[in-house]
T-cell receptor, first 109, second 114 residues
Framework: GQNIDQPTEMTATEGAIVQINCTYQ??????LFWYQQHAGEAPTFLSY??LDGLEEKGRFSSFLSRSKGYSYLLLKELQMKDSASYLC??????????WGAGTKLIIKP | IAGITQAPTSQILAAGRRMTLRCTQD?????MYWYRQDLGLGLRLIHY???????GKGEVPDGYSVSRANTDDFPLTLASAVPSQTSVYFC?????????????FGPGTRLTVL
């Protein structure tokens, strides 16, 4: 079956660094997406990885290891506005996204 | 219109009633999607359309139908609502299906079926 696993909740301190992990099992693989979703709002795109390695985009970076079925999202210099849920999604062989349940990130001052 | 819009924002519906959730995008995207989001679960794909005139079933299509008569509109219909269809429904679109095409999401419709 197809499955995405990520932690349910994480807590971090303002100004710190946090890493949110995601493991995936899909029928075929066409890339890994990360989205951010603030409470009561729609998801918004953060990053896409299809090749192994690290993609950096400002304070956010995303890593992929295809052989391990593993990705992480790294958030640096945390700000209070980063309090949100972070959704991991893998694209399968039918080009459909399989979504994790999301990681709720709580930022404390 | 800027981006992707959904209507209504929220709705309380009696079980057994028919309901259509509307979705419109002005980005001329070829692909459109309907998801439901329930607490503790990931987004689940209900139906999708890779281009106008075609539709496909996602992971949880039962009890729902869609149509794609043109590029911009992708309505979702619940023929006879049941309480298990209480959820937040998101419509999304992408330039094409697959690859690095990010999906853009509408603001969502919160549906309660009593």
């Amino acid at each position: 079956g197809q499955n995405i696993d990520q932690p349910t909740e994480m807590t971090a301190t303002e100004g710190a660094i946090v890493q949110i992990n995601c493991t995936y099992q899909t029928s075929g693989f066409n890339g890994l997406f990360w989205y951010q979703q603030h409470a009561g709002e729609a998801p918004t795109f953060l990053s896409y990885n299809v090749l192994d390695g690290l993609e950096e985009k400002g304070r956010f970076s995303s890593f992929l290891s295809r052989s391990k079925g593993y990705s992480y999202l790294l958030l640096k210099e945390l700000q209070m506005k980063d309090s949100a849920s972070y959704l991991c999604a893998a694209m399968d062989s039918n080009y459909q996204l399989i979504w994790g349940a999301g990681t709720k990130l709580i930022i404390k001052p | 219109i800027a981006g992707i819009t959904q209507a209504p924002t929220s709705q309380i519906l009696a079980a057994g009633r028919r309901m259509t959730l509307r979705c419109t995008q002005d980005m001329r995207h070829n692909a459109m999607y309907w998801y439901r989001q329930d607490l503790g679960l990931g987004l689940r794909l209900i139906h999708y359309s890779n281009t106008a005139g075609t539709t496909g079933k996602g992971e949880v299509p039962d009890g729902y139908s869609v149509s794609r008569a043109n590029t911009d509109d992708f309505p979702l219909t619940l023929a006879s609502a049941v309480p298990s269809q209480t959820s937040v429904y998101f419509c999304a679109s992408s330039e094409t299906a697959g690859g690095d095409n990010e999906q853009f999401f509408g603001p969502g419709t919160r549906l309660t079926v009593l």
